[in-house]
């Protein structure tokens, strides 16, 4: 599995876009990207997932440059409840292939 | 929506005393999952399960950990002699389709050894 580099913590105003990036330079040509939130004291909830350009959901929106050696994941208009840690996981879908977190980003949003 | 349940919630119990953390996946789902988080720390992946069998499994489930799936609806994990280091939160997630990489994650079961 790729390994993955993302800052270990953000803050932000309600009300503001918050892109989170994620660098993954060893990604392998089958690997898929994707985003979970965390919640405390919660398991971890699916986001977005993606494998190239762009793709966007009710929730968020993933960029992916061609080289596909890093990702975004941009939150529209950030509230309160939206803080929460992030975690970007790069991996293939065949099998079952467990999910390998890292640390995440912690996003605070502040009022 | 469907989700994944977890009983109980939380879970205190003695050092060396064995315990069971339950999990009730989502219906049609196949793929089944064991994680473990210790407190401030990173979700780590314990073990795996498809069509009655483990798939994978990590080097933190080691001998004092098993999984079964007794019935048609429930997944379990026992430790059969809980150490302290043992304490974290326990999460069950559970997968539809091999074509998928989303996991559906339950609350959890804190599990306290003391």
């Known amino acids: 599995l790729a390994k993955t580099t993302q800052p270990i913590s953000m803050d932000s105003y309600e009300g503001q876009e918050v892109n989170i990036t994620c660098s993954h330079n060893?990604?392998?040509?089958?690997?898929?990207i994707t985003w979970y939130q965390q919640f405390p004291s919660q398991g971890p909830r699916f986001i977005i997932q993606?494998?190239?350009t762009k793709v966007t959901n009710e929730v968020a929106s993933l960029f992916i440059p061609a080289d596909r050696k890093s990702s975004t994941l941009s939150l529209p208009r950030v509230s309160l409840s939206d803080t929460a840690v992030y975690y970007c996981?790069?991996?293939?879908?065949?099998?079952?292939?467990?999910?390998?977190f890292g640390k995440g980003t912690r996003l605070s949003v502040i009022a | 929506e469907p989700e994944v349940t977890q009983t109980p919630s939380h879970q205190v119990t003695q050092m060396g005393q064995e315990v069971i953390l339950r999990c009730v996946p989502i219906s049609n789902h196949l793929y089944f999952y064991w994680y473990r988080q210790i407190l401030g720390q990173k979700v780590e992946f314990l073990v795996s399960f498809y069509n009655n069998e483990i798939s994978e499994k990590s080097e933190i489930f080691d001998d004092q950990f098993s999984v079964e799936r007794p019935d048609g609806s429930n997944f379990t994990l026992k430790i059969r002699s809980t150490k302290l280091e043992d304490s974290a939160m326990y999460f069950c997630?559970?997968?539809?389709?091999?074509?998928?990489?989303?996991?559906?994650f339950g609350p959890g079961t804190r599990l306290t050894v003391t």
């Open positions: 060893n990604i392998a040509t089958n690997d898929y």
């Open positions: 996981l790069v991996g293939g879908y065949s099998g079952n292939t467990p999910l390998v």
């Open positions: 997630a559970s997968r539809e389709t091999s074509g998928s990489y989303e996991q559906y």
């Open positions: 993606g494998y190239k």
